[in-house]
Every structure is written in C-alpha cells, then in structure tokens.
C-alpha cells in the first residue's frame, strides 16, 4: 500500500492524486479504467470522500474523467488542433492516429439575426440552417459547434447526417469552405453543452468563433461557434507556410 504521511503540511488527498497520477504515468494507456474508487479508498486507507477529492484533482488536470455508472478513465493525452485556411477537424484527428467522431444533435431551419447575421453578412430575417454538432476522439468528447450556414452549404447540409462536415459539402454541393476569420475567447459553458462534453459547468470551455468563405463563389456561408474542452485541446495558429510541431509536454 503506498505510503501516506499524515501532519506533513500537504493534504492526504494531495498525496493520494500524486500517487495516482504516478501510476497514470508509468503503467496505464488512454481510455484505461482506473480501479473502482471503493478499491483505491481500501488501497489507501481512507473514505471515499478524500479518494473522490484526489480523483476529482486528476479531473480537473485534464488525466482522467469519471463515466456515470462505469467508473474513472484515463484521457488521451492533449490534442493540437491548427486553425488556419483550411481548419478540418476529422482530417486532423485522423492525421493524429485517432478515431474522429462527428455526431449531428440537432438541425433547425431559422432567420439570421443580430451577431450571426452579421458574421454571415446577410440581412437579418434571412433563412440560415443551424447544425449542432459534437466533435471527439471516439467516445470522448473534444467541442461541440454550432454551424449557421447559407447558400449552396446549406442546401447541402439539409441532407447531412454526421461525419465530416466539410466532405459532406464538397461531394453534395461542389462547396469548399475556407476559414477567413477566427475569435478565441473563454467562457463556462451553456448547461447543454457542459453535458455534451461532459464537463463541470465551473469548468471554462475553449470558444472559437469562425467565419467560413466558400472558395468557389468567394462568399461566406458558414459562420461557427465552437467550444472546445481546454483540458483535452490545445489550439495552434500559425502563419501559412510555417510548419509547425506538437509542443513539448508542460
């Protein structure tokens, strides 16, 4: 059993997620279950409640998350995703070895109004096509986005079911959309999408607003809100023609 020295100045529950997060390290993969928290608190000697504190120290970290009747995960080390001209997200992750997963939650028909009306740069009351969509590695949540779009991508997009978006609109529509803007900013997420990406609410979403110009026509037709989960994303923008490398681990 490891070994807890207790009136030392740091918490049992410190030393309980340091002990953890050694064993992440030096014997467990992504997408391993950790032991049952009933076990890890006989392992350790102590309640659940320090063990959950530790555990939930690991989930803010970004090491592992906890799956509503599964158990503890580990989480797959952080992403980098470019943002640039050519943004494509499941060509990236699978660039990146890993299993890209697009899911389409929602699809509405509405009118474009205020903020979005004008990133689209159509007057308002003009029929846009919303999609909601969640974006991941497998099963583990990365963002989920809302997409406003018009013109020919939308009359594509009515026939869209998941997957990648941008291949869908090409081989519909003949459409190719370029990223010509992109506002980063933090924000906590909407109650909605906290649980898409099952995350706590307390915890700041990643939120990437991009303005999308079909390359064909030379018109904006997509303008997207995406929420990216900071502990499993880091964002890279970089200068066109400048090749760039995953960053060293912190």
């Known amino acids: 059993m490891p070994q807890l020295v207790r009136h030392s100045g740091i918490a049992v529950w410190a030393q309980i997620a340091d002990a953890l997060r050694r ?3 030096r014997s467990l993969d992504e997408s391993d279950w950790m032991p049952a928290e009933p076990e890890l608190a006989a392992r350790f000697g102590v309640n659940r409640h320090t063990l959950r504190r530790a555990v939930d120290e690991l989930i803010a970290e970004g090491l592992v998350e906890r799956v509503h009747g ?6 797959a080390r952080g992403l980098v995703y470019g943002i640039g001209r050519d943004t494509r997200f499941t060509e990236r992750l699978a660039a990146s070895g890993r299993t890209a997963r697009v899911t389409l939650l929602d699809r509405a028909e509405i009118v474009a109004e205020g903020g979005f009306a004008r990133r689209l740069r159509v007057a308002e009351g003009t029929p846009v096509l919303r999609l909601r969509t969640l974006r991941g590695d497998g099963d583990v949540p990365y963002a989920v986005t809302l997409h406003f779009l018009t013109g020919a991508a939308a009359e594509a997009a009515r026939t869209y079911e998941g997957g990648s978006l941008t291949r869908h609109l090409r081989e519909a529509a003949g459409v190719t959309l370029d990223r010509v ?3 980063i900013t933090t924000r906590l ?11 706590p609410r307390t915890q700041p979403v990643l939120r990437v607003k991009g303005v999308n110009a079909c390359r064909e026509c030379g ?11 900071g502990d499993h994303i880091q964002l890279s923008v970089a200068e066109p ?8 681990p912190d």
Do not use: H, N
Request: hydrophobic share 40%.
């Open 23 to 25: 064993e992440i390290e």
């Open 219 to 229: 018109k904006v037709q997509e303008y997207a809100i995406s929420q990216f989960r």
């Open 241 to 248: 023609g400048w090749a760039t490398e995953d960053p060293p």
């Open 181 to 183: 803007e992109s506002l």
């Open 70 to 75: 599964r158990g503890t995960r580990v989480l």
């Open 189 to 199: 997420p909407l109650p909605e999408d906290a649980i898409a990406l099952r995350m």
